[in-house]
Every structure is written in C-alpha cells, then in structure tokens.
C-alpha cells in the first residue's frame, strides 16, 4: 500500500520538456499572492536547469512541453501539452531563485489548471517544502529513510504520465 505522502506527491508531480529535448520533473505548488490576502496562484515549481542549464538559453526558451494527466470516461490517461514560457511582450514568463548558486525556479500555471478539462492533479501547498532550519530542527541526516518522486531519464509509468516513485535512504548528511 502506498503511503499518503508519497500519493499526495505523486499526483502533484508534472513531467516537463524543454525546448531542447531535455526532461525534468516539475510539481504543482499553491502559493498565497502577497498583496491580495485570501487568493493564490497556482504555480509549477522545477528546477533552472530544467529550463535550460544556460542562463542565455534558459531566458531564450519559448515553451515547455508539459506531460499531465487526464481523467476522461473514469479513466486517466497520460496528455502533452505545449504550455508557453515567454509573455506576450517577450520577457520570461517564470521567475527563477535570485541567487545564481540556487538552481529553483518557478512557472505560473493558474490559467492551466483551469483551462484543462479533466486535468487530475493535486497541488501542494507552500508552506509544506522543509527549508534547512526545517531539516536542523527535524534533525534530517544521513541514513534517514526519503521517498523520491520524479521523472528519472525521462521515465514514467505505462500510459499516464504519473511519475516513478522510489524509497531509500540519505547517503550524507544535506
């Protein structure tokens, strides 16, 4: 039986091609918008270097070929979507982490949740990411047990688009 963790993660998780061929994993994020209380946005949260590992590149990129999955006649099968990843004025259309050293970087995805009919997904809600005071005060070390969701090689499961969900342990301390 999966645990509830790893279902939750499992159904937050979206896999994300960019415009060069190269896969990654990205999740679905709820984030409060700071200047209207109450109201959030829906965002994906990935990786820069999934965008592209070059800064040029990565402000160059068009689009991200999103692999979602779709419930349709009770049944869930996996869909590709081309979602955009540049404004209608040219600039980037995510904001990546400031610090150059922080490889995060983050796409709004509000108008795709609600514009995908039958889109299965959960979202997870900010404030659920452990940060390293987080890990410190948990005392989070190595051979502590961690699940591991993602998309490695590209991988995923049968005709969804659900990622590959692994159990194993920290090798060093983070």
Known sequence: MASKISDIWVHTTVLIEN???ERGTGFFVSAPLPYDEGQS?????????????????RDQAEWVNLGLNVKSNGET???HLQYPVKCDNGRPAWHGHPDADVDVLAIDATYL??????????HAVYGAFANAEVMKRSRITFGDEIVVVGYPLGLKQGLTNYPLV?????ATSP
């Open 19 to 21: 415009d060069w061929g």
């Open 41 to 57: 946005r829906v965002l994906i949260v990935t990786n820069k270097h999934v965008l592209n590992k070059d800064p040029k590149l």
């Open 77 to 79: 099968m996996g869909k």
């Open 113 to 122: 949740v609600h514009q995908v009919a039958g889109l299965s997904f959960m």
């Open 166 to 170: 692994r159990q194993g342990m920290l």
